[in-house]
């Protein structure tokens, strides 16, 4: 009888010294993680915002691909929301409570079922050199059950950040591979109204082709906004030369304008082009699928008996701004080869 009384004794002060161990625990957590993805920051933003994309990189929608998910009418933004049941995931909801464009988004991530806890989880969002900063945060108070819980099975930042390390690996594939997305339309023969423009002329070797566009479009660019000259119409490039032999090209940066233009700067020059015929093949996508579209231009030409004239003009024109549509995929560059 004694010794049992002993083992009582004992097991009671082993409770008791277990419960003082959970009860001195911290009451509140906190963890994150990061990775850098190479893309532009508005772009993997506008993935994170949306809950209907969580699907695509969620590590907890992966283990429970039957899970029941319910959106919100509103998917992104303040208010945006989402709802998921399942055997593995259980009942929960999320919801985003405040954003900054570009910059960071706070949501709250409420559990029910196999247990009940409300956790915030932050997300910013860091332009680097490489690309994109994307730190992903979790933090919430501890309770008691909580604590319990965490005695026995580990911490909550151990259990939960390899799921977060996986998330943010998923959330740069999906990003990767969604502004890579191109497609290339040859439309066939086409009257290109021509027009005046202003334009700096340059040769260079082609590999330093992109480098001097991108200088030369900026400075023709700001010389018609600092005279209040009003474009008429989408940037274009002018090739004039393309010696692959000796690894050059000459080309011309334009901007078209609405009458013939007197210019003041001897390095910007006006020039007018004549309507012409031309074969018209559109990018949707990365500017460096354009020897593709260009191959597939000059294909169209010569499968069709076309006969390009030996001065005729051969031009790039721009609908997109890569500043204001920041994702690759969705760039738009018309071609144009002139035909007889």
Not at 83 to 98: F, K, R, Y
Not at 226 to 251: C, Q, R
Not at 300 to 316: A, F, M, Q, R, S
Request: glycine share 6%.
């Amino acid at each position: 009888m004694k010794a049992f009384k002993y083992i009582l004794f004992l097991l009671l002060i082993l409770f008791i010294g277990f419960a003082i161990y959970i009860a001195v625990q911290p009451n509140d957590y906190e963890f994150n993680r990061s990775k850098i993805i190479k893309a532009p920051t508005p772009v993997v933003y506008d993935v994170v915002n949306d809950f209907k994309e969580w699907p695509r990189f969620s590590p907890w929608i992966e283990k429970d691909t039957n899970a029941i998910l319910t959106f919100n009418d509103k998917t992104s933004g303040v208010g945006a929301g989402y709802s998921w049941e399942g055997e593995i995931l259980g009942i929960g909801n999320a919801e985003t409570v405040d954003v900054l464009n570009n910059k960071k988004i706070n949501q709250q991530i409420e559990f029910v079922k196999p247990f009940e806890s409300i956790s915030n989880i932050n997300w910013t969002f860091e332009q680097v050199e490489k690309g994109t900063k994307v730190t992903w945060s979790m933090d919430g108070k501890q309770d008691f059950m909580t604590k319990m819980y965490v005695a026995f099975a580990g911490s909550i930042e151990k259990n939960t950040a390899p799921d977060f390390e996986r998330g943010l690996f998923k959330l740069d594939s999906i990003v990767q591979a969604d502004i890579k997305k191109y497609s290339i339309t040859v439309e066939g023969i086409t009257q290109h109204s021509g027009g005046f423009y202003l334009y700096n002329t340059m040769s260079c070797k082609m590999e330093d082709l992109e480098q001097n566009k991108q200088e030369m479009m900026s400075n023709i660019g700001g010389y018609a906004i600092s005279n209040n000259i009003t474009m008429a119409g989408k940037p274009f490039v002018l090739y004039h030369k393309w010696d692959t032999e000796n690894n050059t090209v000459m080309f011309s940066c334009c901007i078209p304008t609405s009458s013939k233009i007197v210019t003041t700067n001897p390095n910007v020059l006006t020039g007018q082009l004549e309507p012409f015929k031309a074969v018209k093949t559109v990018l949707r996508g990365d500017y460096a699928n354009s020897e593709e579209a260009w191959n597939k231009a000059m294909a169209y030409i010569k499968d069709n008996n076309l006969v390009e004239p030996l001065t005729g003009p051969v031009l790039e024109s721009y609908l997109t701004d890569p500043i204001s549509t920041p994702n690759p995929a969705n760039w738009i560059t018309e071609i144009y080869l002139a035909v007889e």
